[in-house]
């Protein structure tokens, strides 16, 4: 079964920096595009960031572009998503997951990892 | 970027009843148009990709149309765990987009 897990989640003050790291099992991770997904408090979901299958390509969302950083080990099947600059309205549970295909759907989520920005 | 605009913001229905909502997006995403379900406290899982591909493992009372910028899920006979909210995303050009949710209550 696919598993993915985050780590790497909680209280940082505005202006600072956190590492969110995923670890990924039961699928063959250079095969598939993997990509993070936010949730503010109440809100719906925000497309983040996402990467290729050979960790070669990435893509943002306006709102991170230039603060946020994804990135793969494939030898570890780890995504890790750096993000910098961290402003109050970043503050979201954050979800790596992994595409399903040639479609770019989502077909694996993690459970999620909490980001709290506030002073 | 491509908005993704969905309608109604919530709907409540009786178990046993067929309900449909609606995505449109702001121009032609070529069928590349998923929808997700969320239960509270819990992470998505997609019903439906492509516009009309069922997940494995989804119920067959879940089904997607549609072309061009509009699209639909249909829910035949809700059951009392289809409680949650209803996202589409397309897939077509990054980013890709959300649109805003549609909640399902059960009357």
């Known amino acids: 079964d696919v598993q993915l897990l985050e780590s790497g989640g909680g209280l940082v003050q505005p202006g600072g920096s956190l590492r969110l790291s995923c670890a990924a099992s039961?699928?063959?991770?250079?095969?598939?595009?993997m990509t993070w997904v936010r949730q503010a408090p109440g809100k719906g979901l925000e497309w983040v960031s996402a990467?290729?299958?050979?960790?070669?390509?990435?893509y943002y969302a306006e709102s991170v572009k230039g603060r946020f950083t994804v990135s793969s080990d494939i030898s570890k099947s780890t995504l890790v998503l750096q993000m910098n600059s961290l402003r109050a309205d970043d503050t979201a549970i954050y979800y790596c997951?992994?595409?399903?295909?040639?479609?770019?759907?989502?077909?694996?989520w993690g459970q999620g990892t909490l980001v709290t920005v506030s002073s | 970027d491509i908005q993704m605009t969905q309608s109604p913001t919530s709907l409540s229905a009786s178990v046993g009843d067929r309900v449909s909502f609606t995505c449109r997006a702001s121009q032609n995403i070529n069928n590349y148009l998923n929808w997700y379900q969320q239960k509270p406290g819990k992470a998505p899982q997609v019903l439906i990709y492509?516009?009309?591909s069922l997940e494995s493992g989804v119920p067959s009372r879940f089904s997607g149309s549609g072309s061009g910028t509009d699209f639909t899920l249909t829910i035949n006979s809700l059951q009392p765990e289809d409680l949650a909210t209803y996202y589409c995303q397309q897939s077509f050009r990054t980013p890709y987009t959300f649109g805003q949710g549609t909640k399902v209550e059960i009357k």
């Open positions: 039961g699928f063959s991770f250079s095969h598939f595009a």
């Open positions: 492509a516009t009309s």
């Open positions: 997951a992994k595409e399903g295909g040639s479609w770019g759907h989502i077909d694996s």
């Open positions: 990467i290729n299958s050979r960790g070669q390509t990435t």
